[in-house]
T-cell receptor, first 112, second 112 residues
């Protein structure tokens, strides 16, 4: 049973526009959410996180929104740049031990 | 610089062989994790450890084992390699609960 789901395997966006990546979760015990970015042949790198006590966290061009009632979070990238092209993974933790449960990933392609 | 390293980076092995993937981190992190990445499944947790002599099963632990004899290392052993274990394996670590998890660069394993 997939506890964290990213239903869009891929997304294509024009440079300068907004990229919106979505993630749904089923476990109501999750209280910490993260986004990781992964380039080919490299390990995932941490991008941004949000605690369940917040509904928004912003870091430069990246903003994560959390809707607890819908068990949904999204990552907004504005403006999108070609260097943002990568696979983005959503992850969640119940903070009982630190392990992360990941979604399937969404491959973002930003066209010049 | 402190880091997390995996070896070997690439390996081809035969069905039935025992294989060990090494993971070494110099951050003095308490928590260490092994994930595998497969198309359509994202990153799935294999085993994890919250400290020396502590090991726990993750989502897909069958056919794998780990041991934690010191803080720096968490080797992953495939007892009898199967073709279904062909994958990219990522080791990761974090200092404590709630801290960001950092990933190694991955080990590509092919079982023929």
């Amino acid at each position: 049973d997939q506890q964290v789901k990213q239903n869009s395997p891929s997304l294509s966006v024009q440079e300068g526009r907004i990229s919106i990546l979505n993630c749904d979760y089923t476990n109501s015990m999750f209280d910490y959410f993260l986004w990781y970015k992964k380039y080919p042949a490299e390990g995932p790198t941490f991008l941004i996180s949000i605690s369940s006590i917040k509904d928004k966290n912003e870091d430069g061009r990246f903003t994560v929104f959390l809707n607890k009632s819908a068990k949904h979070l999204s990552l907004h990238i504005v403006p999108s740049q070609p260097g943002d092209s990568a696979v983005y993974f959503c992850a969640a933790s119940d903070n009982q031990g630190g392990k992360l449960i990941f979604g399937q990933g969404t491959e973002l392609s930003v066209k010049p | 610089d402190a880091e997390i390293t995996q070896s070997p980076r690439h390996k081809i092995t035969e069905t039935g062989r025992q294989v060990t993937l090494a993971c070494h981190q110099t951050w003095n992190h308490n928590n260490m994790f092994w994930y595998r990445q497969d198309l359509g499944h994202g990153l799935r947790l294999i085993h994890y450890s919250y400290g020396v002599q502590d090991t726990n099963k993750g989502e897909v632990s069958d056919g794998y084992s780990v041991s934690r004899s010191n803080t720096e290392d968490l080797p992953l052993t495939l007892e009898s390699a199967a073709s279904s274990q062909t994958s990219v394996y990522f080791c990761a670590s974090s200092f404590a609960i709630g801290n960001t998890i950092y990933f190694g660069e991955g080990s590509w394993l092919t079982v023929v």
